[in-house]
């Protein structure tokens, strides 16, 4: 059995990270994604390096496999109407502009639909489609700003801190694909397409939740943490002698097994900590005595000791320990692509279908020939 896209047809028109990481998505599904990209320079993240990998940015690598590069100079009515023919037989348009930008070349929903009544049609904003905030410029970091989330993060004293990986544009990405799958699944009943106005801000603020139930239900800020959990005692790194060390107790009878494995039984009687509402309660007195005890050894000894007691833990690991990682390289998450640079694989796996054979990011206009031919173009 093929992929479940197989056969379907994107026209993307996104770059930087949250569009391209939504068709990277469909791409890994199985659909052939046609990416438009406008001449000279392409998709801004070609130039967001160093390093490069054979004249491609890093960047650009991890957000483009499986997909094909067309050179259109939107501005040209050409170039519109080469587009305007792609969607003919389209079924997914991505685009990732600023609101409005789309109708200035003719290419909003409203024109592609009377072209191409099936046709999906997702547009991913920094704010969306409608609202006080619709014209403004945002990145990632200003989404994550404004989210309440970047308030939360860090600990007391210290600045916030932006993650590491962009996460409003990763939650935006995802959205978008699930709307599209969702969008395509109702058009084999209806036969049309659908309009999907999905913002990288809107996509944050729903990862609030639990802080947002937190601050509805009391009318207080979350505590910052750091590591730590603001209901779940002890779920927290701690230093070891030598690395940090995560433990992630969820039970009571997780917290039994820690304490027996650890020589830490006075624990279990001590009232303070008996269950989770009052270790939370208590996690001033707490925490010290854990930390005090992680200090005396290794992270791998203490993973050692609390895997055989079956209680949640682990070394921090960093990208080296990732990358050779027994467990990811059976998962088949770390493939080579071409050449000598491996890349990330896809999560998705299916239990009747062969995966999909990765290609790697285009050049810029690598495809330009191949898909203006199918048009007829000399």
Sequence with gaps: MGLPLEGLRVIDLTQDFAGPFCTMILSDLGAEVIKIEKPGTGDETRGWGPPFVDGISYYFLSLNRGKKSVVLDLK???????????????????????????????????????INKALVYASISSFGQT?????????????FAMSGIMASTGEEGRPPIRMSVPVADLAAGHYASTAILAALSRRLVTGRGDYIDLSLHDSIVSWLTYLASYYFS???????????????????????KDRYLVLAIGNGRQWGSFCQATGLERLLADRRFSTN???V????????????????KKANEWQRILDQANVPATPVFNIRDVARDAHVRNRRMIIMSSGDVPGLGSPMRFYKTKPKKTTPAPRLGQHTTEILAELGYS
Excluded at 134 to 139: E, T
Excluded at 222 to 227: E, V
Excluded at 285 to 294: A, C, G, S, T
């Design 131 to 143: 609202g006080p905030d619709r014209d403004r410029l945002g990145y990632d970091l200003i989404a």
């Design 277 to 279: 509402p009052s270790r």
């Design 218 to 240: 009391t009318g207080k800020e979350p505590q910052r943490l750091g590591s730590a959990h603001p209901s779940i005692v002890p779920y927290q790194a701690f230093r070891c």
């Design 281 to 296: 309660k208590n996690r001033h007195v707490l925490i010290p005595v854990l930390q005090r005890m992680f200090r005396r």
């Design 76 to 114: 040209k009515p050409e170039a519109q109407k080469i587009i305007r023919k792609l969607v003919v037989d389209a079924d997914i348009f991505v685009e990732s502009s600023q609101p409005g930008r789309m109708a200035r070349f003719n290419l909003d929903y409203p024109r592609l639909r009377k």
